[in-house]
């Protein structure tokens, strides 16, 4: 594991000073039902900021969100959590905040009682201003009396979220908390967690979609089939998956010219002709994206159509892990 | 890295469709040109699939713990009687047993009919309830399969697995009888005039019991709503006909007692058998006996037969 | 105190679906339905043993049953109960709310129940109304002790109803006739006996009053212990 990617996995953002106890941390844990290996030696640290659980559907992402929500027991190694385990340890719930994906809220409950009632929960002294603060902060106010029975996904996560962070938690673990908003409540939800991670919150949310990570992260863990394939600064992984071999389809009206001319290119270490079509490997994204253009206009060639081919996350995925 | 998808890579490539803006590849798809088995295939296949689920064949070992512990106590008695009678016959005691064994066709009814209800109360959601609660009824509908049909072979599939749990002890105790006998022919001699009755009696038993549970399973896709109230169907009416019949003996109690699942197989048995009803209630009413079979029946037969209506009106 | 407040205020919403609510009306109106009938056509029937029947060996178990198998079965199946295990309280204490509202609840439906038709069916000699009042008395503790049981079974399975009503039928019901020993293991044995120590008329008892109070106790106390050891080494199933 520890050879893939960045070897050193400590990931720091936004303050300058590493705490000396990280936020987050994962000590070479594993997990496993039966013979079924969920999560596997993981090890990374993290501190205040955003960070990404990038993953296909399938690689782990829960679990290993359940594991450092203390809801799931580790099979080897320990979850940290501001230096403790949250496994067994009712009271490090003070610090926690968790937003799950699946988990339903009570129907018959209103947003407002639902918010309230975690808040009550965590022992906090004046929980209807709380509740009332939150859900301000989600921006559902105007259907917090209404039971969540009647809720659209997305103010259902809204409403999650607002109980997950009712007691102004240190860390903030979201699973999926993307899935069912429209792009105006994407925004919202994104700016939301930006300004926690500037308040000096430490949140990790899972996605599998590479784009969202992309603009809210400024650091990332990757899992690819219960391994941790890739962790870091998000740009110097993101360069890490766009810097491995491509295959570009081009259509153009004269793909022998265009090929023979991108050949001469240094970024370029292959090219073949196919039923009109031309496909080109590259080793260098960018380079190759910027080339392209200036080529086909010296030499005169119209493109009509230029695509990458293996553009989904998976192949990504299974590129970082076999590095 | 599974190589990139290229025309080339696909053996029938020269059927590709290829345009300007984007291309079809022929990956080998065919449409199904062989015989098509239709409704009757498709309804037994649903009747199979439902006997087996009963059983939680199919699905994980928890499901199965329910209706093995139930079937598995539902026989055991039978076994433990062949087994007794056949140490007694070896001891020169069997005929000083005969009689005094509490496990015997007429009273086998007596020991099980707990266990069978509870065999409904557990299982009968699993078949029923499911389906609903996963929304996955359209799928069964946009088949050959007709609505009366899932119905049918649904309940079909349930009142099945209860006449096995019900009927195997029954053949287990008549082979043992038969084998324990000094000479199998008298055995076979002796003992066969039961076989149609406690035949008849199972066939009743698993269609009532199994007729009641699928139409309050198919009206209450909850689980835990659905056991409860096949439970409270099959417990509460003997005792409140029996505190009626305590109260005024009469005619009140004589008609609810037709309402009872449990007070009607009783009495159906014990006329079948010829034998005494050990509920003196049930005794002092002083019902005919063919009009306990023949509420047993109409009480099978009306609960399929809203069963299906049920399934016939459900809005999807 | 105001954090155990809502965890008894989240258990009680829990707890009133609609058709939960008929069906326990629907089961709590039998014996009272069948006073009401004594009343009108008249009869003298034994108080005991319509109060044994009706309510010691049926409505008392199935009332505790959806009762106690609701509180923590219905949140774990709706995947609700992560909502209270994330929070800062220990577990036990979430173990103790879920008790207390299935054993507060049950007796809500029992004990009137009970005096209702007790009254309706023994009248109000002294004679009738004590054995009334001891079954009363009996039941609330019957009944909260089957309804901490069925937590706790509901702690340990998903199919705590049908576990349940194998407890109730066949432990209690069809074995407890063959085998004597299971008397001290059956709630429903410990009630007749507090019955009976109460000074209530019953017809064959089993245990002696203070052993039935001693069981009733033990019940709680280990069904507590059992939901409390269970929810702290609760895993979160599911998702990936």
Redesign the interface.
Known sequence: MTETALAPTTVTTQTPTIPAVPALAAQHVSRWYGNVVAINDVTFALGPGVTGLLGPNGAGKTTLLHLLAGLLRPSAGEVLVEGETAWQRPAMYRRIGLVPERESVHPYLTGFEFVRLNAQLQGLPDATAAARRAIATVELEDVADRPVGTYSKGMRQRTKLAGALVHDPSVLLLDEPFNGLDPRQRLHMMSLLTTMAEAGTTILFSSHILEEVERLAEAVLVVYAGRLAAAGDFRSIRRLMTDRPH?F?V?SSDDRRLATALLADPTVFGAEL????L?VRTSDFAAFTRALPRVARDQGVTL??VGP??DSLE?VF??LV?R | ??E?????TISV?PTAA?G??GSIYDLGYQSYNGARLGRRAAATALYRYAFREAFGVGRGG?AK??PL??GG?AILPAILAVVVAALAAQAGAGDALEGRVPVRYETYHGLTV??L??FC??QAPELFGRDQRYGVLPLYFSRALTRTDYAIAKVAGLMSALLVVDLLPQLILFVGRVLVAPDPITGLHQEAPAVPRFVLQCLLTAGLLGGIAGLIAAWTP????A???I??AS??PP??V???A???GGDTARIIILLSPGDILDGANAWLFGSRVDNPILASLDIPGPLFIATALAGAVATVALTVRRYRRIVL | MSVFRALLWITVRVLLGR??LL?ML??AA?PVL?GV??QL???R?DVSR?LG??VVQ?VMP?VA??LG??TL??EIEDGTAVFLLVKPIPRWVIALSKLVVATIATALIVVPVTLLTGILVGGSGSAAMGTTVAFAVASLAGGAAYAAVFVALSSLT??A??AG??YV??WE??LGGLLEGTRFLSIRQATLGLVAGLGGEVKSVTIDGGVAVIVLIAAVILSLTITSWRLVSFELRGGD
């Open positions: 295959t389809l259509r196919g039923l009109d079509l496909s009509f159509e081919t293996d192949s299974s590129y076999r | 890295m599974t990139p998808l290229r025309p080339t490539a290829t300007p803006g928890r713990i329910a512990i139930l106590l707990t266990l209800m509870l109360a557990a909850r689980r835990a709503y056991t409860a109230m439970i409270g417990i509460i005792i409140v029996a505190l009626v305590s109260l005024n | 058709r939960r069906l629907g089961l039998v069948l009938l004594v056509r008249g009869g029937p319509v029947i009706l049926t199935i049953l959806i198998t609701a079965g219905s998903a199919r109803l049908v009503l194998v039928l066949l019901g069809a």
